[in-house]
Antibody
Framework: EVQLVESGGGLVQPGRSLRLSCTASGFTFGDYAMSWVRQAPGKGLEWVGFIRSKAYGGTTEYAASVKGRFTISRDDSKSIAHLQMNSLKTEDTAVYYC?????????WGQGTLVTVSS | EIVMTQSPATLSVSPGERATLSCRASQSVSSNLAWYQQKPGQAPRLLIYGASTRATGIPARFSGSGSGTEFTLTISSLQSEDFAVYYCQQYNSWPPRAFGQGTKVEIK
């Protein structure tokens, strides 16, 4: 079964850091690009960023709202993608989803909640 | 940056009726458009990609059409499990991979 499982969410103070993980199973993780998408409480979906597969350089792209603060990485040997979030703001509070990216987002994890509050 | 606009914000439909949801792009995205369904407390689910190709396991009552800047998601006969929020997303010109703001389909 193709599956993505996010972990690492929780309550964090403004200005602090948090690292989310996305563990994949059921497919060859290294063959795919991965995206992170977030959803603030009661709001719509916001694309956060993307990492290409190693075959396409493993490079990253980010939304303007997180560029310079968030970093996406991947460890293909462990089938894991990470979202490193620094200098967190209250407006970063959201459920964070990872997804398998082929342009369209065909597989999604269940999400992990990040709450930024003092 | 491409902006995606969905209409209406809320659509009230009776079970068994047809629902038509619209998505407009601020500039052409060719056919690089996907639709997602999201139910409360759940992750989004891919319905349509390439503007008109149903994802694996998606019932035939869901259909997508359009190209360029105007797109439509049609649910031919609404079932109880179809009441949800629907999002469009372009992947033609990015970053960002822009989503529309969503259309909530509710029971009339």
């Amino acid at each position: 079964e193709v599956q993505l499982v996010e972990s690492g969410g929780g309550l964090v103070q403004p200005g602090r850091s948090l690292r989310l993980s996305c563990t994949a199973s059921g497919f060859t993780f290294g063959d795919y690009a991965m995206s992170w998408v977030r959803q603030a409480p009661g709001k719509g979906l916001e694309w956060v960023g993307f990492i290409r597969s190693k075959a396409y350089g493993g490079t990253t792209e980010y939304a303007a709202s997180v560029k310079g603060r968030f970093t996406i990485s991947r460890d293909d040997s462990k089938s894991i993608a990470h979202l490193q979030m620094n200098s967190l703001k209250t407006e970063d509070t959201a459920v964070y989803y990872c997804s398998r990216d082929r342009g369209w987002l065909g597989v999604w994890g269940q999400g992990t909640l990040v709450t930024v509050s003092s | 940056e491409i902006v995606m606009t969905q209409s209406p914000a809320t659509l009230s439909v009776s079970p068994g009726e047809r629902a038509t949801l619209s998505c407009r792009a601020s500039q052409s995205v060719s056919s690089n458009l996907a639709w997602y369904q999201q139910k409360p407390g759940q992750a989004p689910r891919l319905l349509i990609y390439g503007a008109s190709t149903r994802a694996t396991g998606i019932p035939a009552r869901f259909s997508g059409s359009g190209s360029g800047t105007e797109f439509t998601l049609t649910i031919s006969s609404l079932q109880s499990e179809d009441f949800a929020v629907y999002y469009c997303q372009q992947y033609n010109s990015w970053p960002p991979r822009a989503f529309g703001q969503g259309t909530k389909v509710e029971i009339k």
